[in-house]
Structures are given as structure tokens and as C-alpha cells.
């Protein structure tokens, strides 16, 4: 069943819905959830796995499986076209979060990661009840708590592997080179790319540029490698109508050096995860199941071809001779400016779509351009992504949370919270007067202007899940002289806002627009 059966409301006999109304279906899915939960929930994970229901053929394992599986597909659901009340999913007033929490912490700490790293979420709910719950039901668990379990287990990862050393690696990079020189150093790295690496930035003059790298100097060589890597113009991403990138589906993307570009690009975006940088780039959920082991299905489509989609959502619904549309089963696609026609299966061109095949069709045509067209460029990225983040850990979210865990919420930006995380220096003070003009200013912005300083000073212009005292470094303003004619500058390798001390709140907001607004003022000093 598809999502225009699913949520459909007709009454047609001819036209297929689902049989029960979403209210039925909120209320048949709590209970489901609970019944789940207190499966995974239940210590005793050997009598789980080996007794049987009473009266039946089945063990309890086999039922939780079952059940998990159709909880989890209502929730799929529900993430995409919300019908479910908030907290629905929620199970907080049923055990201690913060037991909880630091139970899945400790449990973690001591895996044999040895042997645990590709443990499948079967396997992880017989080791601990907890990480069986995150690995298989973690819309169970409020989502702020799963991004500090995430955070935690990453700090024990680094403190298990040193990472905070001073034995990690040093490379030196040109700025107008960022990606080919990041690639040629650190592509080697491997999993090894998870210690600490200080980077030395070339000017173009052929100069080290001054600076000690404490951190906010790797934070924009990522950032700017990101942005060059995941430029469409480059020929590994493409984009959806949404503007979600995707990998590229043509024959060149699959070449062996462009694979080990996805790997890398993989790496690159595990190390923004594990250091807590955000990135700003916009996954298509689609591209983001395959990093959860999840296949992508019809209801994906649209995403990706909207045109497409449609017709086979027509297709299927048809009442007249399918046959008469002529349909085969084949598929075509432009490789680089060349039509290619694809058999779905062997001897494709033969075989007719028709009314008793065309699921099968439908099915075959959404696999093929969500899955495998990009399946060799997707594993290769995950590879890579694999090498520093625990795929375990990933399975804690969905797609729609992994976006905000890369990228940062999409909330409107709490100018008091970010105010109350801001640390200033030079001249300023958060009582100085131009200090106290810049609150005023920035709060009399709307929504769109305040994203455009924060990504003016940060380079991602959505804040931090956990709020600003997440942000690392700081967010900082400091003083840059008393020239009105100067604009406001910033180093966002470090979060630092240079900002003139303007007479009045007019200059400073005219300046502080201009700055942001013309792209101008970057300074890693």
C-alpha cells in the first residue's frame, strides 16, 4: 500500500484506501507500541529469543520482529504526513530518561568493538535492552536525548582511540586548492581521519598563513571542503526539485576515482558528525534511508521525479487496457546525453506491462531509479562515512532527524539563547553600549536575516539542536576599531563576529546587513 492508499479518503468501491481511518490507526499504533517496547524492554532477552507462545508455533522473537516491522511502517508514515498527536510515539512516562541514558551509555562503552561494529539490531537487542530499543524502536526515545546518547558515545569513542592527542596529523592545504589537496592528504587517512588533524592554509601568494590551529581552522577547511564537494557543478551530486542532493546516476559518477571521491566526501562528512560541525547541505531522504540499510520505495519517488512518479501512481490506478499504453518492461535514462534503454528484467523489451504484471512494473521502475542507479555511488559514500561514524549509531534516527543532526534544526532562531552563549572580547562587554545596540538590531530581524548572520559568522545558518551552548567554538563578537565606514567582518573557522563600534543602531544595522547580504567580510585572523 502506497501513500495515496494510505492517507486516501475516498469512498469509492473502485478506488482503493486503507480500510482503517487515521484516528483508528493513532490508536491501534500506541497500543502496538507498547506491546513492542516491553518486548525489547524485558531483561531476559534469552527467554525472548528461545520460548514460544503459548499456544502457537512462534517464538516471542518472531512476534516482536513481525510487530516491529509494522510499527515501524506506520511510523514511517506518520514522519512523512504527520496524523499521529505530539509525544504519540513517546514512552518517557514509563521509565527514567536519565536512567536510561546513562545505562545505553555504559552498555555501549563496554561492546567488544572488535566483533560489534556491523552487529545487526536483532543482535543489539539481545545485548542490552537499551541499545535494542535505539537500534530498532528509537522513535521511542525523545529525540534530544538520542542526539546526547549520540554525542556521548562519540566522546568515548574519541577518548578510547586518543583522538584529543597531540599525535594526530598535520596537512598543509591551498585555499584556492581546498578540495584536491584535502583529498590527496587526508584520502589516505582512513578511519584514521577520526584523530585530530591541524591544518596549515597556503594563501595565494604561495604564503602559510598565520595561526595555530585549536580546532577552528580544521572547522573552515571542513566547511569549505564541503562546499566544494558537494557542488552540484562538480558532476558527483545532482539535485531534486527540492534542491536535496543526491548522487549523480550517470555512468561517469561509477568510474573508480569518482568512487573513491564518494568515500572520501563519505569521510569528510563522518568527521563534521563525530567533531559536531555543522554542514550546510540538504540530503534527499531517499539518499539518507541507504546510510539505515533502508531500500527506497514508490512513496520515495516523488522526491526524486515528480513527473514520474505521477504517471506511475496513474498507472497503477488505471481502469482501462493497460496494454493499450504500450508500456514494456524497460526503462530509459540519458547518460550524458545519450538515451539508454535498461531491461527490468531479462528480455524486457518482449514482455508488455499489463493489468495483472503492473505492480510488478511499477515496483521494478521505482527500484531502479531510487536504488540501483546510485547503489555503487551510495555504498561507496557509506563505506566512507562507515570509517568514522558506528553505523549503530546512526540507527538511531530517521532521515529527517539525520538532516537536522547534520545540518541543524530548522526552529527559528532563539536570539536569546544565542545571546545568553556569546562571549565577547576587545573592547566589548555584554553592558557596551554598541554591544547592547547589536541585541537590539539583531531581534528586530525576521527570520530569513537572522539565518543570513548566523551564516554570515558560523557558515550554517541553522542553529544547533541543543541550542547555542552546543556551539563550538563560542559565538563571539569582538570590537574592529571605530571607522563607521567599515563593515562588520567575520572568522567563522571560530564563530567570531568583528564588529566596528557604530555610533547608532541605524549604521549598525545598514553595515550589518550590507556585510552579510554581499557575502563580503571573511577574515580567519
Avoid at 65 to 86: G, Q, V, W, Y
Avoid at 119 to 142: C, D, E, H, T, W
Avoid at 162 to 184: M, P, Q, S, W
Avoid at 259 to 269: A, D, K, T
Wanted: aromatic fraction near 10%; glycine fraction near 6%.
Amino acid at each position: 500500500m502506497g501513500d495515496d492508499e494510505f492517507f486516501s479518503t475516498a469512498t469509492r468501491t473502485n478506488s482503493p484506501r486503507n480500510p482503517l481511518t487515521l484516528d483508528e490507526l493513532a490508536a491501534f499504533s500506541k497500543q502496538l507500541l507498547h506491546i513492542v517496547f516491553a518486548l525489547y524492554w524485558n531483561e531476559d532477552q534469552l527467554n525472548i529469543k528461545e520460548e514460544r507462545v503459548p499456544g502457537m508455533q512462534v517464538t516471542w522473537e518472531a512476534v516482536r520482529e513481525r510487530l516491529t516491522k509494522c510499527l515501524k511502517a506506520i511510523h514511517a508514515r506518520d514522519s512523512r504526513r504527520k496524523f499521529t498527536p505530539e509525544d504519540h510515539w513517546l514512552m518517557t512516562s514509563h521509565i527514567d530518561i536519565q536512567s536510561f541514558r546513562e545505562a545505553a551509555i555504559y552498555e555501549e562503552q563496554n561492546l567488544d568493538r572488535t566483533s560489534t561494529r556491523m552487529l545487526s539490531k536483532r543482535q543489539m537487542a539481545y545485548i542490552s535492552p537499551r541499545l535494542g530499543v535505539l537500534n530498532n524502536i528509537p522513535f521511542a526515545i525523545p529525540f534530544a536525548v538520542r542526539v546526547e546518547i549520540f554525542r556521548d558515545f562519540v566522546s568515548n569513542d574519541m577518548m578510547l582511540i586518543d583522538a584529543r592527542d597531540n599525535f594526530g596529523y598535520h596537512c598543509t592545504v591551498r585555499r584556492d586548492h581546498i578540495a584536491k589537496d584535502g583529498y590527496d592528504m587526508l584520502n589516505p587517512l582512513g578511519p584514521k581521519l577520526k584523530k585530530r588533524v591541524r591544518i596549515t592554509f597556503i594563501d595565494q601568494f604561495g604564503s602559510e598563513e598565520r595561526g595555530i590551529d585549536g580546532g577552528g581552522v580544521f572547522k573552515e577547511f571542513l566547511t569549505s571542503l564541503s562546499k566544494e564537494a558537494f557542488d552540484t557543478d562538480r558532476g558527483l551530486w545532482l539535485a531534486t526539485t527540492q534542491q536535496a542532493l543526491y548522487p549523480n546516476p550517470h555512468s561517469y559518477a561509477k568510474e573508480p576515482h569518482q568512487l573513491s571521491w564518494y568515500r572520501f566526501i563519505g569521510r569528510v562528512l563522518g568527521k563534521a558528525l563525530y567533531e559536531g560541525i555543522l554542514v550546510d547541505v540538504n540530503f534527499a531522504t531517499f539518499f539518507l534511508a541507504k546510510w539505515l540499510g533502508k531500500q527506497s520505495h514508490l512513496d520515495d519517488l516523488a522526491s526524486l521525479d515528480p513527473e514520474l512518479y505521477q504517471g506511475l501512481i496513474f498507472l497503477k490506478h488505471y481502469e482501462g487496457n493497460v496494454e493499450d499504453l504500450t508500456l514494456n518492461f524497460t526503462v530509459n535514462h540519458n547518460d550524458l546525453g545519450v538515451t539508454k534503454t535498461v531491461n527490468l528484467v531479462p528480455n524486457g523489451a518482449n514482455i508488455p506491462v499489463t493489468k495483472e504484471n503492473r505492480t510488478q512494473y511499477i515496483y521494478l521502475v521505482a527500484n531502479y531509479r531510487l536504488n540501483t542507479q546510485i547503489r555503487a555511488q551510495s555504498e561507496a559514500f557509506f563505506d566512507g562515512l562507515s570509517d568514522i561514524i558506528d553505523p549503530k549509531w546512526l540507527r538511531m534516527f530517521n532521515q529527517q532527524e539525520l538532516r537536522i543532526l547534520i545540518g541543524g534544526t530548522e526552529d527559528p532562531i532563539d536570539i536569546d539563547d544565542l545571546q545568553a552563549n556569546t562571549v565577547y572580547g576587545g573592547a566589548y562587554n555584554e553592558s557596551h553600549e554598541t554591544i547592547q545596540s547589536f541585541w537590539k538590531v539583531l531581534k528586530s530581524f525576521d527570520q530569513a536575516q537572522r539565518c543570513a548572520v548566523l551564516r554570515f559568522v558560523t557558515s550554517c545558518a541553522r542553529p544547533p539542536l541543543l541550542g547555542f551552548k552546543e556551539l563550538n567554538p563560542k559565538f563571539a563578537i569582538r570590537d574592529s576599531g571605530s571607522d563607521n565606514s567599515r563593515l562588520p567582518t567575520a572568522s567563522t573557522c571560530v564563530n567570531l563576529l568583528k564588529l566596528p563600534m557604530y555610533d547608532d543602531e541605524r549604521t549598525l544595522r545598514r553595515k550589518l546587513l550590507q556585510a552579510v547580504y554581499s557575502g563580503a567580510g571573511f577574515d580567519l585572523s
